[in-house]
């Protein structure tokens, strides 16, 4: 019976050693919380329609000066055409597609922003708008560009080459021409 109250006895001291110890760490580390890096999102990267209606963003965009026409009048990308396509570009990065009447998913506009080797990464965003009559038009349509953003990402992220001090090098094209 001794033994078994000085073995109870050892164990309630050393608790309370080890609860005292671990007190004052829990304290010490208190005054050294590392606070969490947050990253902002660039406001660049949030690609959105911005008009309360496909009419609406066409009619505006064709009016604005910092859009320009696309030659090839596909979205960039494309593999095939499917339906006519009205095609501008905003800038070195954005473009807009518009569907024409013929189109399977007419009325829809699709705007991306497609970031092709301005910083060590490919990033291809997008905002998608259909008015079309039947849903699986809009769903098949969406579903067609997911496929073609995914191609752009795998094609263009081979373009990055590590250098000799590793670092990713870009060796392609850096824009939507």
């Not at 699709?110 to 490919?122: A, C, N, P, Q």
Request: glycine share 6%; charged share 25%; with cysteine.
């Amino acid at each position: 019976m001794k033994i078994v109250a000085y073995l109870l006895a050892i164990f309630v001291g050393l608790a309370s050693i080890n609860a005292e110890a671990l007190t004052t760490a829990a304290s010490k580390k208190k005054g050294k919380i590392k606070s969490k890096k947050i990253t902002k999102v660039d406001p660049s990267y949030v690609i959105e329609i911005g008009y309360p209606t496909i009419t609406m963003a066409i009619n505006s965009v064709k009016e604005r000066k910092d859009t320009v026409l696309k030659a090839n009048a596909k979205p960039f990308g494309w593999q095939e055409q499917t339906g006519p396509w009205y095609v501008l570009k905003e800038g070195k990065h954005i473009e807009w597609a518009f569907t024409e009447g013929g189109h399977y998913a007419h009325p829809s506009v699709v705007k991306r922003m497609i970031d092709v080797g301005s910083k060590d990464h490919v990033n291809v965003d997008m905002a998608f708008r259909c008015g079309a009559e039947n849903r699986t038009d809009c769903d098949k349509l969406l579903s067609e560009f997911k496929e073609v953003n995914k191609l752009i990402h795998k094609v263009y992220q081979k373009r990055f080459i590590t250098s000799a001090d590793g670092k990713a090098v870009w060796n392609g094209i850096d824009s939507l021409e």
